[in-house]
């Protein structure tokens, strides 16, 4: 299997333009996550899919941010307006089954919003 | 509130020697604890994880040793090698539920 797929690995825009980021899950795994890595926050989570569902998007930051997951071997994660402050490297990783079973994670976007 | 801390941030290590990173958590409802590696520009990947019903776990050079009555775990890397060098993550979940918790992250940096 390839892994986890994220596409673009690097973004760089302007303040207050839209970004979109994509990941394309293990197939066969039915749970999804978007993290946020930076320096001062570590690694956050942003919000998780099972079966394509929201489970717990109690770590998106505010209402700029949405993510969908339109089928098993698709989701997006969109900034709208993106600002400076969200600059930092976003996974998505991927887990099969429930309860505590290993993520997989991408290999990352590096956003920078200038 | 941190679910999980972690410490130090960083450690130097000499190769051939013992690395340790600890962790402390509060929820006891947590059952599962992993350890993740990161290298630069890569994503974490899981290296090695631990269920309350053992107090340790040992792969290869990786140890996890596990105090219930504390909360506490830590990672052990016997024998440190500059391949080591990375930053490691520990989290907890509870088994009925998908979310790590992550730890803030320890940067390991081995000389030779």
């Known amino acids: 299997d390839a892994g986890v797929i994220q596409s673009p690995r690097h973004e760089v825009t302007e303040m207050g333009q839209e970004v979109t980021l994509r990941c394309k899950p293990i197939?066969?795994?039915?749970?999804l996550f978007w993290y946020r890595q930076t320096m001062m926050r570590g690694l956050e989570l942003l919000i998780y899919?099972?079966?394509?569902?929201?489970?717990?998007d109690s770590g998106m930051p505010e209402d700029r941010f949405s993510a969908k997951m339109p089928n098993a071997s698709f989701s997006t994660l969109k900034i709208q307006p993106s600002e400076p402050r969200d600059s930092a490297v976003y996974f998505c990783?991927?887990?099969f089954g429930s309860g505590s079973d290993e993520q997989y994670f991408g290999p990352g976007t590096r956003l920078t919003v200038t | 509130q941190q679910q999980v801390k972690q410490s130090p941030q960083s450690l130097i290590v000499q190769k051939g020697g013992i690395s340790i990173i600890n962790c402390a958590y509060e929820?006891?409802?947590?059952?599962?604890f992993p350890w993740y590696q990161q290298f630069p520009g890569k994503g974490p990947a899981l290296l090695i994880a631990?269920?309350?019903?053992?107090s340790e776990k040992k792969e290869g050079r990786f140890t996890i040793s596990f105090n219930k009555s504390a909360k506490q775990f830590s990672l052990h890397i016997m024998d440190s090698q500059p391949g080591d060098s990375a930053t490691y993550f520990c989290?907890?979940?509870?088994?009925?539920?998908?979310?790590?918790?992550f730890g803030s992250g320890t940067k390991l940096n081995v000389k030779p």
């Open positions: 989290a907890a979940s509870t088994y009925n539920f998908n979310k790590f918790y």
């Open positions: 899919f099972n079966n394509n569902v929201p489970i717990d």
């Open positions: 631990i269920r309350p019903d053992v």
């Open positions: 197939s066969g795994h039915n749970s």
């Open positions: 929820n006891t409802a947590f059952d599962y």
């Open positions: 990783a991927s887990s």
